[in-house]
């Protein structure tokens, strides 16, 4: 059985930095998607970033492009999320998710992931 469990979540000022991590277990071995969305109270979640397994595509929301960067070790079955210069804007909660997918637009559609995390709080105080 899939599990994703994320970390890294918490409070940090507007300018300041996150990581956040997403531990994988029960993972066999497909061609697949790990992605990060984001839902803030009273909106849809949203896309925020995506990487295929090989490493070799990612993918990254417009708002949040050359400020996160995402990454992987398919190894440790781990994903990472690096947010930088955070702004209001960016507190929600995170998920980690993955997909079978692994081509756009599909993987930027949270309905075809197949396996959610229980979310992690960001909250950016300005």
């Known amino acids: 059985q899939v599990q994703l469990v994320e970390s890294g979540g918490g409070l940090v000022q507007a300018g300041g930095s996150l990581r956040l991590s997403c531990a994988a277990s029960g993972l066999t071995f497909s061609p697949d998607t790990m992605g990060w969305f984001r839902q803030a109270p009273g909106k849809e979640r949203e896309f925020v970033a995506a990487?295929?397994?090989?490493?070799?595509?990612?993918y990254y929301a417009d708002s949040v492009k050359a400020r996160f960067a995402i990454s992987r070790d398919n190894a440790g079955n781990t994903v990472n999320l690096q947010m930088n210069v955070l702004k209001p804007e960016d507190a929600a909660v995170y998920y980690c998710a993955r997909s079978f997918y692994t081509s756009n637009p599909e993987i930027k559609r949270p309905d075809k992931y197949a396996f959610w995390g229980q979310g992690t709080q960001v909250t950016v105080s300005s």
């Open positions: 990487i295929t397994s090989s490493g070799g595509r990612i």
